[in-house]
Nanobody, 124 residues
């Protein structure tokens, strides 16, 4: 039932910034915790960040903590990922995902719905 569409990816130089957006079709968007994951070619899908249903709690992978910020606007049915101080190792397809539970999940199998992904490429 939940359709998610990511946008905002692109090519950026190391040290630059991008802001990713994820728009949801679900009227009950506020009932889902939201996560961001990323996947590079040939690699496992990796947890990046998570935000609770109300937006009051956020979680980050150690690799992005201090550089990335997750936020949401339930009225707009959207979640965002502000990415600063980007590094070449951040290059990946970034996915947003929705989780119906309140458990803090970093495993992608725990998420119920996924977007199609948006490419982020960071050059040296």
């Amino acid at each position: 039932q939940v359709q998610l569409v990511e946008s905002g990816g692109g090519l950026v130089q190391a040290g630059g910034s991008l802001r990713l957006s994820c728009a949801a079709s679900e009227r009950t968007f506020g009932s889902y915790a939201m996560g961001w994951f990323r996947q590079a070619p040939g690699k496992e899908r990796e947890f990046v960040s998570r935000i609770s249903r109300s937006g009051g709690s956020t979680y980050y992978a150690d690799s992005v903590k201090g550089r990335f910020t997750i936020s949401r606007d339930n009225a707009k049915k959207s979640v965002y990922l502000q990415m600063n101080s980007l590094k070449p190792e951040d290059t990946a397809v970034y996915f947003c995902a929705a989780d119906r539970t309140v458990t803090v999940h970093t495993n992608p199998v725990a998420y119920d719905y996924w977007g199609q992904g948006t490419q982020v490429t960071v050059s040296s």
